[in-house]
């Protein structure tokens, strides 16, 4: 052994005297990562001038998505339940109770049928070009999917706005504009709502940062950015920070929900069930509302009497299966599996710029008879869980806003613009 050891150390000595080395062995090239996929993506056209419609069919990682624009109307509306292959496509528009289907000959004419309320009308069909501005206020995503954006002002650090559950853009409408004259300020609609394209479900909070984090990426929004969340979109604006402290440059948390608030909530209100009927969603329900709506909407779009008030309609909020999977599943993922994603993730966020906005009026917005004992131990509830939020920041401030409800942004909007205004300053003045 000290012969081996001796002569192993001659070898190195003689390596350091510069004795010629072995021949170094190339080292392997790096793989090369596979180009993104190609999704297909489709303009048609059908009717007339005077009476028809243009619109766009595509693929996405998740399936086929599509959004439509009728002649002479502002409003573009989404497609869903779509069914295509290459000679047959039909497809639903809930929101106007209108449907249409086509199909194509073996000389490759497409011939088509627009169903809107019971009647039934002949367009032809024909594959187009995009039309001037048609994907203004639409923005695609890496797996192919479009989401519905807006982006309003210049500067930075960018403000990126999200609203709570059943919600839409809408909701930041009194404070949109004012906080664009701040810095640049963009909101887009989340998976399935408006003319976004449907995502994977469930939609758990990090299923939503996904999101959060590819619609950045597709619109070219420089971070950090000030990220504001309204209610439920707490979650997702929090968790967006615990995963990318570095790309955060602050969070305003308006009114927000808390982690496993509903148990918390049950613990001093056992009747709470009965004070607010359907609070809690499950999994279960988001299939039973998904199937319901699915089958309904194509007997609404084609039927002689389109029945508008069935009832499951209401219960699961609306007409749209791909919106009403949407808000279902963020409900029914929010106190189990994203209050455990969050909880896994969550980590002090140091000296980060943090304000929290808290309701003052605790029997605004609740239904009609919550009694006031109720309304103040969800108080209780409330206030705790916005003080540990604020407290994960060194610098965090939560602050009450007399006089307002769950929708701070709606009765009281100059605070909302106040407190994004501020850690907005505070970001461009740190280092």
Known sequence: MKHAIAAMAAIGLLAACGEPKPPEVATPAA????????????????????????FNIHQTQYGLGGFLRRNGDAAAHPIRVIHSSDAELG????????????????????TGEWTEGGKRTEMPLQVTDMPASAMDNLVKLADGRWFTYACAGTGAPTILLDYGAGASL??????????????????????????SDPGPLPRDVNTVVGDIEAFLTAAKIETPIVLVGHSLASYHVRQFANLHRDQTAGLVLVDPSGDGQDARFRAVIPNLNDLIPDQMVTEEQVKTCSVGIRSLVHSIATSQTPDDMDPIFGKCGGKDPDRA??????????EVVSTNQIKAAAKPYGDLPLIVLTRGDYQKDTPPGFPPEAAAKLKQVWTTMHAEMTAQSSIGQNRTIAGAGYGIQRDKPQAVIDAVTEVVTAARAKP
């Not at 793989?31 to 243009?54: F, R």
């Not at 809930?94 to 289907?101: L, T, V």
């Not at 999977?325 to 929010?334: G, N, P, W």
């Open 170 to 195: 809408n909701s930041w409408s009194q404070v949109f504009e004012p906080l664009a004259k701040v810095s640049q300020t963009c909101m887009f609609e989340r998976a399935g709502f408006g003319l």
């Open 325 to 334: 999977e949407a808000v279902l599943s963020e409900i029914a993922s929010m």
């Open 91 to 110: 497809f639903v528009i809930p929101d106007i109770n209108s449907a249409f289907r086509a199909s194509k000959d073996e000389q490759g004419v497409w």
């Open 31 to 54: 793989p090369v990562a596979p180009p993104p996929p190609e999704y297909a993506s489709t303009w048609y056209s059908t009717g007339t001038a005077e009476k028809g419609a243009v």
